[in-house]
């Protein structure tokens, strides 16, 4: 998905009208600061302007050593699924944040929340707000987002 002219001559601190003139060296005639330009377009720009451009973050992100640290094909532990899940949930968000101004950023969010949603479903309470004490009765009370039932 390209940018609009006047969006990259922000981006990068030039005037849109330097811009278009470099398009024009470039052959890349009629375009205004409004006109939209190619992926393609963007990269030719750039590379005559000595821009280097910066790589978009990508998600979601996948651990290749993470299977392996964990047993391989054998199923996690209850905690280390949940450990698993915030890590992920986390870079996620670091991805969103990261490419505030693309594509990514909604599919990074999307992903986010499906992995909280999973996480929810699985009980880890980073996700389902609960704090448990781990010998209920020792430690204080055991605070929970639900009410008590009424007896």
């Not at 470099?22 to 190619?38: P, V, W, Y």
Request: with cysteine; aromatic share 4%.
């Amino acid at each position: 998905m390209g940018k609009r002219i006047h969006e990259l001559a922000k981006e990068w601190g030039i005037a849109p009208k330097d811009l278009i003139a470099k398009l024009d060296e470039l052959g890349i005639t009629g375009r205004r600061s409004q006109s939209s330009l190619t992926d393609h377009e963007v990269e030719r720009l750039a590379a005559a302007l000595g821009r280097v451009p910066q790589p978009a973050v990508t998600g979601p992100i996948v651990s290749t050593a993470s299977a392996a640290d964990n047993g391989g094909d054998k199923p996690l532990s209850h905690d280390a699924l949940c450990e698993s899940l915030h890590n992920s949930y986390n870079d996620l968000l670091l991805i969103a944040s990261a490419n505030k101004d693309n594509s990514t950023f909604y599919k990074a969010q999307v992903d986010a929340k499906n992995v909280r949603n999973t996480a929810y479903a699985e009980g880890c309470k980073w996700a389902t707000g609960r704090v448990v004490a781990k010998k209920p009765g020792i430690g204080g009370a055991v605070q929970t987002t639900t009410r008590p039932s009424a007896r």
